[in-house]
């Protein structure tokens, strides 16, 4: 099943499968690919940004680009 990053449940595991192009760049240097494994870990509430994992770094993303992530997870 796939779903938007910000939509992803505290620990949930996925594997990024899509990043629109507006983005891509911007998070590349992070770590954030597609093919990458991701886990959520925190989120803020009320449009706050979200903290993932990814190679072992924790990345700390806005809800604007969050939402512009979409990340294959297991249903």
Do not use: C
């Not at 990053?5 to 992070?30: F, N, P, S, T």
């Amino acid at each position: 099943m796939q779903k938007r990053l910000d939509e992803m449940a505290y620990e949930e595991e996925g594997v990024v499968a899509k990043i629109q192009e507006g983005v891509r760049a911007r998070v590349a240097g992070m770590g954030v690919r597609v093919g990458k494994k991701i886990k959520m870990l925190t989120k803020e509430p009320l449009k706050g940004p979200v903290v993932v994992v990814v190679d072992e770094a924790d990345i700390s993303l806005g809800i604007g680009i969050a939402d512009k992530i979409i990340v294959e997870v297991d249903g």
